[in-house]
């Protein structure tokens, strides 16, 4: 068991920067998730750390070790791929028991390491079949399996559900957590979905272009993002964007949206005044669009009249696709919600938990004001 430490690391292919200077300290046991969109640089980062790929420029650490110039078997890391990488004419048993013998382990420790790592993975009547006898949720098991036996300070993790169906992902995304949590070992996991980084992560390492965009706990990524390109990565449906302005009318600090204006709340007006009069972006969660009949009492609602362009009804919720002027946005509202295609409706928008970001600060990433 080690902690990891990322070091002003840099990776070029050629004239491509596929990391730009990442500083990451992960801790002795967390579960770290690197998320981000496919070339993000979440991949290279995990591969750096395994040895199968140089670094060219910085320092990665296993622990208090230097580990740039160490050889990827003498890491004591385990790796899980995307693919199973199975041999398919070795059982279950022997799959598992490869890298252990390659190390010419005793064979009573091997039978002990591929029995417990068995039970733990629910797999012990499987241990004499062939990968091809095996579902695709029993052939990732065994690819975990084939972790756990090695014993590693760290575990990697490169999109090791992405072959899964929408059913077993979930059932495999919990086994990995409740393994996580039976191990005490440092997990480092890779994933573009971020459902499986806020469900599973201790903390989340959000990337884009090579570069680390915030680090920090799934609940404090979700409420209080750094950036507009966090923000509209954490959260299913994505937070709704609007180009706006602060103004000043009578007193009271409003967004112009353009076909409609919010008013800010009094406990957010010292912090926006800095904003007023400038082009700002307002980004609201689709959670906090709600259908006036049965928003929360407590919420700051301002109300704005809205056209139905699509609705979803997901059972538990019903997903609005609304229209406001050329405005196009999402409402996550109550299923008891009553309406078509088609309708005009009124919404709340919850302006409590809103957020502004100020496009001059970056205006490639807006800042979020806080």
Do not use: W
């Amino acid at each position: 068991m080690a902690s990891v430490t990322y070091e002003h690391v840099y990776k070029r292919f050629g004239d491509v920067t596929a990391l730009k200077d990442v500083n990451l300290d992960i801790e002795n046991k967390e579960f770290l998730v690197l998320v981000g969109p496919s070339g993000c640089g979440k991949t290279t980062a995990l591969r750096c750390l395994a040895g199968l790929e140089d670094i060219t420029e910085g320092e990665v650490k296993i622990g208090d070790q230097v580990v740039n110039d160490v050889a990827p078997k003498d890491r004591d890391i385990a790796m899980v791929f995307q693919s199973y990488a199975l041999y398919p004419h070795m059982s279950v048993y022997d799959n598992m028991a490869f890298g252990l013998k390659l190390r010419k382990l005793p064979k009573e420790e091997i039978q002990s390491r591929v029995e417990d790592a068995a039970e733990i993975l629910g797999i012990g009547a499987l241990l004499q079949r062939k990968p091809r006898e095996l579902s695709g949720g029993q052939r990732q098991r065994v690819a975990l399996g084939r972790a756990i036996v090695r014993e590693p300070k760290v575990f990697l993790f490169d999109e090791p559900l992405s072959n899964l169906d929408a059913k077993l992902r979930v059932q495999t995304r919990a086994q990995i957590s409740k393994l996580h949590q039976r191990l005490q070992t440092t997990f480092i996991y890779v994933t573009h979905d971020q459902t499986e980084a806020m469900t599973m992560a201790t903390r989340i390492a959000v990337m884009n272009k090579g570069i680390l965009q915030q680090v920090d706990t799934p609940q404090t990524l979700y409420d209080y993002p750094d950036n507009l390109f966090v923000a509209g990565f954490i959260g299913s449906p994505s937070m709704n964007f609007f180009d706006g302005k602060i103004l000043k009318e009578d007193g009271k600090m409003i967004v112009d949206l353009g076909t409609f204006k919010l008013k800010v709340p009094e406990n957010r007006m010292e912090t926006y005044e800095k904003l007023v009069d400038q082009d700002v972006i307002f980004g609201i969660r689709p959670e906090d669009i709600h259908n006036p009949e049965y928003a929360p009492p407590s919420i700051i609602a301002e109300e704005v009249e809205v056209d139905v362009d699509v609705t979803e009804l997901m059972g538990n919720e019903i997903f609005l696709y609304l229209m406001k002027g050329d405005h196009n946005f999402v409402a996550r509202v109550d299923p008891r919600t009553r309406v078509e295609m088609g309708d005009k409706m009124t919404v709340s928008f919850n302006v409590d938990n809103m957020h502004i970001f100020d496009p001059q600060a970056d205006p490639d990433n807006p800042v979020a004001v806080r």
